[in-house]
């Protein structure tokens, strides 16, 4: 079974702090999705990752793929309010190619 | 805007009586999920409509049926809630086609329910 290991699984920064939290298998994936996820509120795709060393930006949220393809990495920079949120990494490895999840990385940022 | 829809976002029911949740969506996405999340663990794959085709996890219990009558909406029956089914059930959508790789997934706002 492909399992997801996320960590931290708690982080507690102040505003304008910068943060990296990973995302790590002993498997490798096809590809690995990083989503957001609010309180009360379904998970929003931020990125898929698709290439082995791969790297992806989006403004202050940058995402890598490990060149083996069993990793995966979201830095961000100078965190704000905002930013707060459960972090999901996915990728798939089901039965028939679903999503799995990681259990996530809980992130408050703190004005 | 093009969305997924979860009603209601919020359901109390009693231990044992049967409950209903439903998922809309108006991507004409072909491929619906139904997950569920406890609090603190991570989204766990109930069961999932590729077309119409009913694929079901080896580990959801019997308790936990689906319909989808149409491409549109999507439906999750408990026949017997039991406390531990307390969650949030997140619906997702995606547009897949055998042999052509993958694409993310539209989740729903969620419905949470609470067994009492």
């Known amino acids: 079974t492909q399992l997801l290991e996320q960590s931290p699984q708690f982080l507690s920064i102040q505003e304008g702090e910068n943060l990296t939290v990973y995302c790590n298998s002993s498997s490798v994936f096809s590809s690995l999705q990083w989503y957001r996820q609010e309180p009360g509120e379904g998970p929003v795709l931020l990125v898929t990752?698709?290439?082995?060393?791969e790297v992806k930006k989006l403004k202050r949220l940058t995402f890598q793929f490990g060149d083996a393809r069993k990793d995966s990495s979201l830095h961000i920079t100078a965190a704000q309010p905002g930013d707060t949120g459960l972090y999901l990494c996915?990728?798939?490895?089901?039965?028939?190619?679903?999503?799995?999840f990681g259990k996530g990385t809980k992130l408050s940022v703190k004005p | 805007d093009a969305m997924v829809i979860q009603n209601p976002r919020y359901q109390v029911t009693q231990f044992g009586k049967p409950v209903t949740l439903s998922c809309s969506q108006t991507l004409n996405h072909n491929v619906m999920y139904w997950y569920q999340q406890k609090s603190s663990q991570a989204p766990k794959l109930l069961f999932h409509y590729y077309d119409k085709d009913f694929n079901n996890e080896a580990d959801t219990p019997d308790n936990f049926q689906s319909r989808r009558p149409n491409t549109s909406f999507c439906f999750l029956d408990i026949r017997s809630p039991g406390l531990g089914d307390a969650a949030m059930y997140l619906c997702?959508?995606?547009?897949?086609?055998?042999?052509?790789?993958?694409?993310?997934?539209?989740f729903g706002s969620g419905t949470r329910l609470t067994v009492v």
């Open positions: 996915a990728g798939p490895g089901g039965s028939q190619g679903n999503l799995i």
């Open positions: 990752v698709v290439t082995g060393g």
């Open positions: 997702a959508t995606s547009r897949a086609a055998r042999g052509q790789g993958y694409r993310g997934y539209t």
